[in-house]
Structure formats: structure tokens, C-alpha cells
């Protein structure tokens, strides 16, 4: 069986902890961006991008076996680092786990200052865009 | 205002004891000192502004214009007292023509609005320019849209200046205001306000000044200009949020009508018809912003103490010592090249998005502007997503140009 969300959620709190200084949880960060599947270009249209980030994120989400399938690119490192991030979560997930889902990691990886909800950064609308497909596709 | 020559740029000393009145930039932010490049968007406020706020509700708190108790006439003329200074601060003829808002936005709100109802027909035109902040340019529109109005725009070259031969073209019989930003925010450019100005009052169109940018940073006289109006903000320039002015000829504010009605902006009121206060009062519905101009009127007295032209040239200074350094870095595009600029950097690092290279800065207590800086028109002429500006003011350091310049270095490195 696999990870459920809060285990995943475990893993990655306890990978942030063997980092003792902001450099190296933003360069993790940044190599779990680039761990991510190359985006085609025809898939970067206007109607998939996350409103609300400073950056461009484009989101695509489908269903397979009942489980939710996320798929995303960023024109920023970060921004891309956090949409892989909150993938590893939430991916292969029923919607039903994924809407309901509290994202505790985030305030204990130590990243809080940068992904705290705050219009530039644009976690909130990333995770309100992934819950909203994943409620979508319920049915 | 007399021009400061005595204090030199460089002057250490000097401009140390000035960074020491603006107790925000003591401290740390994320385990480094704060540098504070953030200028153009908010300023920060010296120790004898705070304090006017505080000293107002200590000692003399009560409602203005109104009472004939003590407090409020000693209220009331401190309140009067700063719309003096403002005045004097810009060359107004008269205090009847400064009317206090609350920024540079609700300005020209104030003015898109009232002019739109008084002297906007279906197919005249406003002319504004292809650099304005959404505030000089959102408004128009509201205004055109209102009335049938078109609003035309004065083209800018890849360099970020405005493309003024195209001018007479774009002047029309039609023109019935010109609207343009001093200063852009976004790419540091001053703009040629006085040539605008002559060339549309030989044909009668008024003009209008966004001069939310150059009131911090250079001597500004609204009569050398002759302009017809002139909007700012406070916050720009030491004062508090919540707090500007709308300068208008004093013909012009007695043609327009009232903006907002209310209390304080009468003078006889009945069911049946209501008669307007003076000027400025006309333009002044409800209880202003008592503390907000009080604290206005003493930031002016702490530029003033400095002098303008001196502040100008120390932000000068700081800003070409920062662009010499960035110009060695890898990479560096700088966005807005005009050949007159302001104390403002719009840049980006080649292959790097702004949004990285603004959240890496503030890990390292930079504090920058990312994004498109309200200015979206900007950003698709030159096909990108933003910009990082580092804008710089008179209270800001040679080490914090240092440490700026460092703190990109290392952003570089972690980012590409």
C-alpha cells in the first residue's frame, strides 16, 4: 500500500531537519523542482496557470484508477520547488483525501517566512487549485 | 526652498547621523541587517514623524475646523499650519490649491472623476503615456468608459523614454487633458514634464503630473512647471500611509465640481439645495486625516532641513555606485535605460526568474520589489514577467550597497 498524505508529510519534515541553514532547505527545495517531469509547451496555455503567483505555475490534473494525477511546471525555481513539493503530497490521492487533507508540513519544514499565505508566493492558490481539481473530478 | 550645497554626497558622517533617525533600519531581518531597497514603493519614517503622531494624540486630539474649544483650534492650526508647508514645498501660489487625499491613487481618482463629469464628451481624448503606473491609468479609463472618451497613449522606446516626436501627432483638437507620470516607477525614468507642459497649453489641454516618484527625491515647483495638477503621496516621502495631495490651479479646482460630499465640504445645506465650502475645503468631505497631515507637514520640514537638491544627489550617488557593481555581475540586464534617471534599478539577471532572485534577497535581508510593479503595459512591451528593482534612498548606506550587491552574488550562484 502506499503513503498516505500525513505519512508523506512526515517524510518530508524529517528531510527538512537534517538542514541546518536556510541555503541548503531552499536549494532541496529547488532539486525537488527540477525532479519534475519536462512540461510540454503546448501544455503551458493561459487556462491552466495558478492564479495568483508572481510566477507562471501551470497545473494539469487527471484521474486514473480513482487516484488523482497531478502534473505542474513553473518559469521560477521556487515556485517550482513548491508545486513539487506539494505533488509528492498529494499525488495518487482520492479527491475525497486530497480536499480534505490538512497540509501541516509546511509550517514545520522551517520554510514558513517564504510559504506562509501571502499573495506574491501563491502557495494559497496553489493548494486551493489543486483541491478545487481534485473536487472537480470527484465524481 | 533653499538649495543645500554645504553637505557632499559622500559624506559619511553626515548621512549617518541621518540613518539614525530612521529606527526601522536598526535591525535584523532573517539573521541579516536589514537593506532596506525598497524605497520606491513605501519610505520609511524618521524618529519627528513618528513622534508628531504620537505628541497630536498625547496633547491635542479633537476634530478640526469645526470646534471653538481649545484643542481643536490648536488642531486646526497645525492642520492648516502643514497645508502651508506643503505649499511652500512645491512653489503653490496659494494653500487653496492644495487639496489633502489620501495618495497619489485617490488624487487622480479625484480628478479622473470630477474632470470627467465637467469637460468629457463622447470622443474627446485623453492623452496619457506608455509608462504610467496602473494609478494614472486605470482611473482614465474609468473616465473614458463614464463618458465615450478615448483614452491615447504617447509611445516609449526600448530604452524606456517617451517617444515625444510623435507628440504633435498625437495631440488633437480633441485633447482634452494629458496625463503623465514625472518619474516611472518601474523603469527610474524622468520624464520631460516641462517640454509636455508647454507644448499642450499652446494648444490649452491642461496636464496632469503623477508625481508620486519625483516629490521624494528632487526639488519639484509646481509653478516653474506650470503645470495644472500635481498628485503625490505621503508615504513616499517619510510621511505616513493614508495621506497626499492633489495640487490644481486654483481656476481649476473653482471650475470642477465637488468629488465626494459630506460634512465639512458645505456651506449651507437644506432639503432642497446644498451650497459647497471654499476652497480647498470643497474638495474635502468628512474629517480628514488630521494626524496623517500633521505628519505630512513634518516630514516636509525634515526633507527641507537636508534640502532636496542634496537628498538628490546623495541618492545618485548610491544608486551609480550599485549600478557600477551590478554591471559587473554576470547577466545583468538592466531594464529602462533612459539617458535621465532617477535613484531606481529595474533589472533582471539573464535566465533568472525575479520572483527567485527576490525571495533568495530577503532570506538574505534585502528587501526588494519583484513583479510588474502596477505597471503590466511596461512589462509587455518588453516581454517579461517582471522585474527586481532595488530603489534607493537618501538614508541608505555604501554598505548597504555592499551587502546588496553581495546578497545578488550569492542568489546567482544558488539560482542558475
Known amino acids: ?139 | 526652498m533653499t538649495p543645500t550645497v554645504s553637505i557632499q554626497p559622500q559624506d559619511a558622517l553626515y548621512w549617518n547621523k541621518i540613518r539614525n533617525d530612521f529606527p526601522i533600519l536598526q535591525q535584523s531581518v532573517n539573521g541579516y541587517p536589514l537593506v532596506y531597497l525598497d524605497n520606491a514603493a513605501s519610505s520609511q519614517k524618521p524618529q519627528q514623524v513618528i513622534d508628531s503622531i504620537v505628541h497630536y494624540y498625547t496633547t491635542y486630539n479633537a476634530n478640526v475646523h469645526r470646534g471653538v474649544h481649545t484643542l481643536s483650534q490648536k488642531g486646526t492650526d497645525a492642520f492648516e499650519a502643514a497645508r502651508k508647508k506643503v505649499q511652500h514645498f512645491i512653489g503653490a501660489n496659494s494653500e487653496k490649491e492644495i487639496i489633502f487625499t489620501k495618495g497619489t491613487t485617490n488624487s487622480v481618482n479625484l480628478l479622473a472623476y470630477t474632470f470627467s463629469q465637467q469637460m468629457l464628451m463622447p470622443d474627446d481624448e485623453i492623452l496619457i503615456t506608455a509608462m504610467e503606473h496602473h494609478a494614472n491609468l486605470v482611473p482614465w479609463q474609468m473616465a473614458c468608459e463614464r463618458t465615450g472618451a478615448k483614452l491615447r497613449v504617447i509611445p516609449m522606446n526600448d530604452e524606456g523614454e517617451l517617444q515625444l516626436d510623435q507628440l504633435d501627432n498625437l495631440i488633437t483638437d480633441k485633447t482634452r487633458l494629458i496625463s503623465v507620470v514625472h518619474v516611472s516607477n518601474a523603469l527610474g525614468t524622468v520624464n520631460p514634464v516641462k517640454y509636455i507642459i508647454d507644448k499642450a497649453h499652446n494648444h490649452h489641454i491642461p496636464v496632469m503630473i503623477d508625481g508620486a516618484q519625483a516629490i521624494p527625491h528632487q526639488p519639484v515647483n509646481v509653478k516653474e512647471l506650470d503645470c495644472d495638477f500635481y498628485c503625490f503621496s505621503g508615504h513616499k516621502m517619510c510621511a505616513p500611509t493614508g495621506i497626499g495631495v492633489l495640487y490644481a490651479k486654483q481656476t481649476w479646482l473653482e471650475k470642477l465640481p465637488p468629488f465626494e460630499g459630506g460634512g465639512e465640504m458645505i456651506s449651507d445645506v437644506s432639503f432642497e439645495k446644498t451650497t459647497y465650502n471654499e476652497l480647498p475645503f470643497k474638495f474635502e468631505a468628512g474629517t480628514p486625516h488630521i494626524e496623517g497631515v500633521i505628519a505630512l507637514g513634518q516630514a516636509i520640514d525634515y526633507l527641507e532641513n537636508i534640502g532636496m537638491d542634496a537628498i538628490y544627489a546623495r541618492e545618485m550617488y548610491l544608486h551609480n555606485l550599485a549600478y557600477e557593481k551590478l554591471n559587473t555581475i554576470p547577466g545583468f540586464i538592466p531594464v529602462g535605460k533612459a539617458a535621465k534617471k532617477a535613484s531606481v534599478i529595474s533589472f533582471l539577471i539573464d535566465g533568472i526568474h525575479p520572483y527567485d532572485l527576490g525571495v533568495i534577497l530577503d532570506k538574505q535581508g534585502i528587501a526588494v520589489r519583484t513583479g510588474h510593479h502596477c505597471t503590466q503595459p511596461i512589462m509587455k512591451q518588453f516581454n517579461i514577467p517582471g522585474t527586481v528593482r532595488a530603489s534607493f534612498a537618501f538614508y541608505n548606506s555604501e554598505q548597504d550597497v555592499e551587502f546588496f550587491i553581495a546578497a545578488i552574488k550569492k542568489a546567482v550562484k544558488m539560482l542558475s
Open chain 1, 1 to 139: 500500500m502506499s503513503a498516505s498524505i500525513n505519512e508523506i508529510q512526515d517524510e518530508i519534515i524529517e528531510e527538512f531537519e537534517l538542514f541546518d541553514d536556510w541555503m541548503q532547505k531552499y536549494d532541496h527545495l529547488i532539486e525537488m523542482g527540477k525532479s519534475l517531469p519536462i512540461m510540454d509547451a503546448s501544455l503551458k496555455t493561459d487556462d491552466r496557470l495558478i492564479k495568483g503567483c508572481q510566477s507562471k505555475v501551470w497545473l494539469v490534473t487527471s484521474k486514473k484508477n480513482g487516484l488523482i494525477e497531478y502534473f505542474a511546471d513553473s518559469d521560477a525555481v521556487i515556485s517550482k520547488g513548491v508545486i513539487a513539493m506539494l505533488i509528492r503530497v498529494l499525488n495518487n490521492h482520492t479527491p475525497e483525501e486530497i480536499v480534505n487533507a490538512d497540509l501541516y508540513f509546511i509550517d514545520r519544514i522551517g520554510l514558513k517566512e517564504h510559504l506562509s499565505p501571502n499573495r506574491s508566493n501563491g502557495l494559497v492558490s496553489m493548494i486551493r487549485q489543486m483541491k478545487l481539481d481534485a473536487l472537480a473530478l470527484s465524481n
